[in-house]
């Protein structure tokens, strides 16, 4: 009971500061609330929800979601007035002329005033002033209290929003609201307070953003993405695409840049091919392709790269071409519009089953890998299907008879054709209109049209790894066999 009569008398003695001020110092849209605390001075609200004043007072503090930038005001019962707004709503409320707007947001910005929260490292960098203090109240957030650490610096996690570390003000004025040591250190996280979240007069506060910039994602890492039609195709079968999909939990969050490595061991030391970062560009919250280095092969939409075309033309960045009957390994990370880069991500078909096995389709050992962490380029080129047929221009009902011409290939040989037989080869042939209308034979034989004009022919070839491909051709002419007469003089 003790705690919640000193939480009521907080709680009245913030709306009575509050009801002298009717100007608005911002508004209940803004992204930060919550509360921090100075252990010489007390709580400061982040917005005007946190005290039900929002009807009569409405102030917040707000980061802006693309540039960081910081803007507002927070409010002290004991303190006033805390200005995140580098052009205050009055001159009094204004940053010393010496301040000046860096196009960055890092340590570096020795003269940038106002704060802002640096996307990347998530850390907040530059000032607040206690406008009450003049320009002896200047809060700094990049400290770290010569303790080498970022105990102090303060910061906002970027899974949860939650800001740790501490501000500091230092002055060392005589002030009526400060000691010869200024406000020293302000808490936004009571799990950072030495006091801890359990201290009745302080339970439970934090300040809370909602503006911060999630690590992006990727799913449904595949490969190799190329399919039978499309290696019979004029592409050829020793091609390979990298898919993946990007997510982020941020809205309007895109796909900015990836990096991808391939490997043939699962190591990223010393890969076949590492592209680098490839850039995007990132324009009226669209992100689009634009990407640099011969290494990168895609698009931002479609997420495809071409591995086979990345090899070919990865420069130094490429120590192989893309082999037939190879297992390969490979990582992907990106970055999303605010350059916020993601984990490594490894392509793996079922983490459940890590396994090793040994391959040997087609009698070749190969090296032992991880089948659920690697895709398998094919092993040889597909079968070449083509056939000819006599007689070339039959009539209905006449015998026709086919003849196999369908080159195959073998892992052992590489690009060496070799002409199909029963052996090596199975055969699915299909006849429109004619009897029989089907085939498994290498060379169907009496084989009958029964309607004149052109009749389709397909055939499928299927070798002993079970690549296979299509052909077809149209048998021209059918026509109808005319009756045989003989002329006599009557």
Request: aromatic fraction near 16%; hydrophobic fraction near 35%; proline fraction near 3%.
């Amino acid at each position: 009971m003790k705690t919640l009569f000193i939480n009521k008398i907080f709680f009245l003695l913030a709306l009575t500061f509050l009801a002298s001020f009717s100007v608005a110092k911002a508004n209940t849209s803004d992204n930060v609330y919550g509360w921090a605390w100075a252990g010489n001075f007390g709580w400061i609200s982040f917005n005007c929800t946190n005290t039900f004043t929002c009807g009569s007072v409405n102030y917040g503090v707000n980061v802006e979601p693309m540039t960081g930038d910081f803007e507002g005001y927070a409010w002290s019962p004991n303190l006033g007035w805390i200005s995140f707004q580098e052009n205050g709503y009055s001159s009094a409320a204004g940053f010393f002329d010496g301040c000046i707007e860096e196009s960055s947001c890092d340590s570096n910005d020795q003269n940038s005033c106002s704060a802002c929260y640096n996307f990347i490292d998530n850390k907040v960098y530059g000032w607040a002033k206690i406008l009450s203090l003049g320009d002896s109240g200047w809060i700094r957030f990049d400290h770290d209290g010569g303790t080498g650490t970022d105990l102090y610096n303060l910061r906002a996690e970027s899974d949860t929003g939650f800001f740790r570390g501490y501000g500091w003000n230092g002055n060392n004025t005589n002030s009526d609201l400060a000691s010869e040591v200024g406000v020293g250190w302000i808490s936004f996280n009571c799990e950072d307070d030495p006091a801890g979240c359990s201290n009745p007069l302080i339970i439970g506060y934090r300040v809370v953003g909602d503006f911060v910039n999630n690590k992006p994602e990727l799913a449904n890492l595949s490969a190799p993405n190329w399919s039978f039609e499309e290696g019979c195709s004029g592409y050829g079968s020793l091609q390979t695409f990298l898919e993946w999909d990007f997510s982020d939990r941020d809205a309007g969050g895109c796909e900015l840049a990836y990096q991808i490595i391939v490997n043939t061991t699962n190591s990223t030391s010393s890969p076949v091919l590492d592209t680098g970062k490839c850039l995007g560009t990132y324009s009226g919250g669209v992100c689009s392709g634009g990407y640099d280095g011969s290494a990168c092969q895609t698009t931002v939409v479609a997420n495809r790269f071409n591995l086979k075309a990345a090899l070919a033309n990865g420069g130094a960045s490429s120590t192989a071409e893309l082999e037939y009957g190879t297992p390969y390994y490979w990582w992907i990370k990106v970055w999303d519009e605010r350059e916020k880069e993601s984990d490594w991500f490894q392509f793996n078909t079922d983490s459940a089953l890590n396994h090793v096995v040994t391959d040997n389709i087609a009698g070749n050992l190969a090296e032992s890998f991880d089948p659920n962490l690697t895709f398998t380029t094919y092993y040889h080129k597909f079968p070449n299907p083509s056939f000819s047929w006599l007689p070339t221009y039959p009539n209905i009902g006449e015998n026709v008879y086919f003849t196999d011409n369908t080159k195959y290939y073998k892992t052992e040989t590489g690009d060496n054709q070799h002409t199909c037989n029963d052996t090596f080869c199975n055969y699915e042939w299909t006849f429109e209109q004619a009897l029989p209308n089907t085939s498994m034979s290498m060379a169907p034989s009496e084989i009958k049209f029964l309607q004149g004009g052109s009749m389709n022919v397909v055939v499928k070839v299927t070798d002993n790894e079970g690549y296979y491909c299509y052909n077809s051709a149209n048998v021209e002419n059918v026509s109808v066999c005319l009756p045989l007469w003989q002329e006599k003089r009557p």
